[in-house]
């Protein structure tokens, strides 16, 4: 089992930035891929950002590149996602996961496990 909890969600204003925290513990090792996905009301669930834990490499929807980053402290067990320029469109839950996938960008049915989610609100 590995469980998420997440920290740093909040209210901004446009072009505001944020840092959400996801600190990971318990079976940590058996799961190669950690990231954001995000649910607006009334939406689908939606990848943002994932990172492979091993290579350190990342991927990004296309509507948040270049605005978004995801980092790892792999001491801390910690994944980060650090968001710039919000938008309103931002708005939503957004949720640590943890799972495995192999190359590229991930989706839900990759995902073993999810955080609580934190709320992101970002008013024009």
């Known amino acids: 089992q590995v469980q998420l909890v997440e920290s740093g969600g909040g209210s901004v204003s446009t072009e505001g930035s944020l840092r959400l925290s996801c600190a990971a513990s318990?079976?940590?090792?058996?799961?190669?891929?950690m990231g954001w996905f995000r649910q607006a009301p009334g939406k689908e669930r939606e990848a943002v950002a994932n990172?492979?834990?091993?290579?350190?490499?990342?991927y990004y929807a296309d509507s948040v590149k270049g605005r978004f980053t995801i980092s790892q402290d792999n001491a801390k067990n910690t994944v980060y996602l650090q968001m710039n320029s919000l938008k309103p469109e931002d708005t939503a839950m957004y949720y640590c996961?943890?799972?495995?996938?192999?190359?590229?960008?991930?989706?839900?049915?990759?995902?073993?496990?999810w955080g609580q989610g934190t709320q992101v609100t970002v008013s024009s």
């Open positions: 990172i492979y834990t091993g290579s350190g490499n990342t």
């Open positions: 996961a943890a799972g495995n996938h192999y190359g590229g960008h991930w989706r839900l049915g990759s995902v073993n496990y």
């Open positions: 318990g079976y940590t090792s058996s799961v190669n891929c």
